[in-house]
């Protein structure tokens, strides 16, 4: 059906990526290596979308006592799972997004892992633009149940290669920068869980990673293939938490995964 101003279109992507260490918002959750699959859904009407999915993180490796891990030594299965909703509107290069994500933890706090307890719920929004060589993103993150407290980050995309011929690959550059504005020790709450130690810049990330598109799968979608290597210098104390007992002033580890649109249908909204 050709579309028309007030055409919607319902698409599907399902990502799957191994990294060598699973890090969230610069906290290092678990140092050893976490395939994370996941699942969008989203339906656009004009310039605003609509998506939700969900996101899981198994560790395959199994932890030993003291080790940094999710699921608790002795185990390797789903540590966490995330599930997550946003509505995004476009104009031009710049998009706009705002959403809520559920931390759902699966695993044994006796044994170290992170269990039901610190479960938690964060609202966020972020501001993105691209263009030919920069594509910064700023982001706002506020935990509303656990931590209750705001967390920024800055980061930038910076192609530095492409090659403009089947199959289709690019080469870029990523730098991130995260700052601590409120989800540090409350005194006022001494009970309440706090993400990082002071308040302030939290970590400095950099990374290298390239992206090969795959060709169009008949009746499936389009996939790509990416792969990379990341860094991080870590500021605050608890992005240097490397396990108990253990700190890390910088890290470095690679990642891998494969993305597929499964494709996009339209239809006439009334």
Not at 14 to 24: A, C, F, I, K, M
Not at 56 to 79: N, V
């Amino acid at each position: 059906m050709a579309p028309s101003s007030t055409a919607a279109q319902l698409s599907a992507r399902t990502d799957v990526s191994l990294e060598g260490r699973y890090v969230w918002h610069g906290l290092s959750r678990a140092a050893g290596l976490v395939a994370q699959p996941s699942l969008a859904l989203g339906l656009r009407v004009h310039r605003v979308s609509l998506e939700g999915g969900a996101v899981l993180h198994y560790e395959l490796d199994r932890a030993t006592a003291g080790e940094l891990s999710e699921t608790g030594a002795g185990a390797r299965h789903l540590g966490e799972a995330d599930l997550w909703g946003r509505a995004i509107f476009v104009l031009g290069p710049t998009r706009l997004h705002a959403g809520i994500v559920r931390y759902v933890f699966r695993g044994d706090s006796a044994q170290g892992g992170l269990g039901p307890a610190r479960n938690t719920t964060e609202v966020f929004a972020s501001l993105s633009t691209t263009s030919r060589y920069l594509n910064p993103t700023l982001e706002a993150w506020w935990d509303v149940e656990r931590v209750r407290g705001a967390y920024l980050q800055a980061s930038l995309d910076l192609p530095v290669l492409g090659w403009p011929f089947p199959p289709y690959a690019f080469v870029f550059v990523q730098g991130e920068i995260g700052l601590n504005v409120g989800q540090g020790p409350n005194p006022a709450q001494p009970g309440e869980l706090a993400n990082f130690a002071t308040r302030g810049i939290t970590h400095v990330g950099l990374g290298l990673g390239t992206e090969v598109q795959l060709r169009r799968l008949s009746g499936i979608g389009l996939a790509t293939l990416a792969l990379g290597v990341r860094s991080q210098l870590n500021v605050d104390d608890a992005t240097k938490f490397d396990g108990p007992g253990r700190r890390r002033d910088f890290v470095l580890w690679l990642w891998s995964g494969i993305t597929m649109v499964l494709g996009e249908a339209k239809g006439s909204v009334r």
